[in-house]
């Protein structure tokens, strides 16, 4: 390419670094945009990449190229977890939920009982203040995984098994080591309900809701309900 040519021309110079990491960037975003596909196309630009930002900065530790180029490695091996599941799971079935990430081969898991009523801790903006209430929550099961790795620093996904839980509310955490904290760490977590009830409301005519609760797996109408019913109100003062 125009760059590569570029970058020979000038390889005696420390800007030929800024050329390099030129090089760098244009893989790193095919590297970014890459999807699966039967040809492996683009699947490992993100490790040529890195290569490109190694060579600058051994070349030329001190340039301006180099900075760059530091800059754009940390990226690349910048790490990522994040986890999601259905917002309500069947009672005693094992369900599955979607790990998304990147540079991380294993990671830790521990399912926590959830309170009934929203604690305004975990509306903190800090996500340290609200992983430290989270920790110090009942831990119901915990365990760790080993994730598919395979070193093209490119963001992946996988399902992972959640053994069956009985009924309730849960808070799933997963972190790179097993302290749960955010110093050092990529951790994460996601909210779910463990019920076999399901509803569907229908606004009459006259301003009134028909509610109509079901068994969540067969959809059956169930009798003998009882149900509390909320309406939020919103008050600008």
Same mark, same amino acid.
């Given at each position: 390419t125009a760059l590569e040519q570029l970058a020979e021309q000038y390889k005696t110079s420390p800007a030929s670094t800024e050329v390099m990491h030129k090089m760098a960037l244009w893989y790193q975003e095919k590297g970014n945009s890459y999807q699966p596909n039967p040809d492996d196309t683009d699947k490992w630009a993100n490790k040529?990449?890195?290569?490109?930002?190694?060579?600058?900065?051994?070349?030329?530790?001190?340039?301006?190229?180099?900075?760059m180029c530091t800059h754009l490695k940390y990226r690349i091996l910048n790490k990522s977890l994040s986890i999601r599941t259905e917002e309500v799971n069947l009672l005693n079935e094992p369900?599955?939920?979607?790990?998304?990430?990147?540079? @991380?081969?294993? #990671?830790?898991? /521990? +399912?926590? &009982? *959830?309170?009934?009523?929203?604690?305004q801790r975990l509306t903190q903006p800090s996500q340290g203040e609200r992983l430290k209430y989270l920790n110090s929550l009942p831990v119901v099961k915990s365990w760790s995984e080993e994730l598919p790795?395979?070193?093209?620093?490119?963001?992946?996904?996988?399902e992972?098994?959640?053994?069956?839980?009985?009924?309730?509310?849960?808070?799933?955490?997963?972190?790179?080591?097993?302290?749960?904290?955010?110093?050092?760490?990529? @951790?994460?977590? #996601?909210?779910? /309900? +463990?019920? &076999? *009830?399901?509803?569907?409301?229908?606004?009459?005519?006259?301003?009134?809701?028909?509610?109509?609760?079901?068994?969540?797996?067969?959809?059956?109408p169930l009798s003998g309900v009882k149900a509390e019913y909320f309406r939020g109100k919103y008050n600008s003062n």
């Open positions: 040529k990449a890195l290569e490109i930002c190694e060579q600058a900065i051994e070349k030329f530790p001190d340039s301006y190229g180099a900075d369900f599955l939920a979607l790990v998304s990430y990147k540079n @991380v081969k294993k #990671v830790y898991f /521990k +399912v926590l &009982n *959830l309170p009934a009523k929203h604690n790795d395979e070193a093209d620093y490119n963001n992946h996904t996988v992972i098994k959640i053994d069956a839980l009985a009924t309730g509310n849960y808070a799933i955490l997963m972190s790179e080591n097993e302290d749960f904290v955010i110093e050092n760490n990529v @951790v994460n977590y #996601v909210f779910t /309900k +463990v019920s &076999n *009830l399901a509803y569907w409301q229908r606004n009459e005519s006259n301003g009134k809701a028909r509610l109509v609760i079901v068994d969540r797996k067969t959809g059956e």
